[in-house]
């Protein structure tokens, strides 16, 4: 995915006290690599912990699994009754899919593909009439999840794509995977993505990670901005990295795509980050505001409680501009 969040690297010290002392664990999941710090009094086989919540999320929300429930249902395979995880992720996407006004939808799987950024190969040409088609099959209206776990499509080509909010949500599974475990303490960072519960008990503070600034270079990366965070999640969304350059006609196409026009074109806003109570919400919001544009964006930030931004974006004279919403601010590291 497209995420820009950068963790700050800590240098923890050894404590006498040994509830002080972080327990660190790292590996690849999702595509991508995590990286999770902890405090906890007993000893537990985490890893194997954390491989469980994988398997599950994936063989539920995964298009990249070909035997996973949205796979089979992507297929046309009616008969499929999904589980909590499929359940919990379609509510989640509803629920933004709604508050956006439908710039965040996770039936785009079909536009997704088409521009080469899914699991087939993309089309060779993309012209106004077979836009035109494709955004036929788009529409989380067009969906429905019935009462038996099966899910309806008005159109067998309806293509989802949860992939703007499984990360997060799978970041969210895993924190409650280490809170079963008697876990207070923790930060959790996959893929650019990061949960956090309680506080660094061995710097005595909240954690600290940073926004990576929009013109960071791959081999030195640099921050814009250091945020606290305790008991959120925070994603980002970025297209500066994360396009494709069409061989034949070389036509820039971004990551994120606008449902409603069905283009791969930038919008003003040029990255998101996003804290929410859940990297679930967080995640899906950041891709959000990237289709959305900056003055819709300030709208919605406007109305949702608990779901704060940090958003770059182009002003009228082509400058990179910087937007924080109304609470941001208290985030931010001084």
Aim: aromatic letters at 10%.
């Amino acid at each position: 995915m497209r995420l820009i969040v950068t963790l700050l690297l800590l240098i923890f010290v050894s404590c006498s006290d040994e509830n002080k002392t972080p327990m660190f664990v790292s590996g690849n999941a999702f595509g991508t690599t995590y990286n999770i710090q902890f405090f906890s009094e007993i000893t537990f086989d985490v890893e194997r912990g954390l491989d469980s919540v994988f398997q599950v999320v994936n063989k539920s929300v995964s298009t990249y699994i070909p035997d996973s429930d949205i796979s089979r249902i992507n297929r046309g395979d009616s008969t499929v009754q999904v589980d909590v995880i499929f359940k919990e992720v379609y509510r989640i996407s509803e629920v933004v899919y709604t508050n956006s006004e439908g710039y965040f939808d996770p039936t785009i799987g079909v536009l997704r593909n088409a521009y080469g950024f899914g699991d087939t190969q993309p089309l060779k040409s993309i012209d106004s009439l077979t836009l035109d088609s494709l955004r036929n099959f788009v529409g989380f209206r067009k969906v429905q999840l019935l009462g038996d776990g099966t899910i309806q499509k008005d159109y067998p080509e309806i293509y989802f794509d949860f992939n703007a909010v499984a990360k997060g949500y799978g970041i969210d599974r895993l924190g409650k995977y280490l809170e079963s475990r008697g876990v207070e303490h923790y930060l959790i960072e996959l893929g650019g993505e990061i949960l956090t519960k309680g506080r660094n008990l061995a710097k005595e503070q909240v954690w600290i990670a940073g926004i990576e600034a929009v013109d960071s270079k791959l081999a030195d990366r640099s921050i814009t901005a250091k945020v606290k965070l305790e008991d959120v999640g925070m994603a980002s969304s970025g297209n500066y990295r994360k396009f494709r350059i069409d061989s034949v006609t070389g036509k820039k196409y971004v990551h994120t795509i606008n449902p409603l026009t069905g283009k791969a074109e930038q919008s003003d806003v040029t990255s998101a980050t996003v804290i929410a109570p859940t990297c679930a919400l967080a995640d899906a919001y950041a891709t959000a505001f990237m289709a959305m544009g900056i003055e819709k964006s300030k709208k919605l930030l406007g109305e949702l409680a608990e779901v704060e931004a940090y958003l770059t974006y182009m002003d009228e004279n082509e400058n990179v501009a910087v937007f924080t919403s109304e609470k941001f601010d208290k985030y931010l590291l001084e």
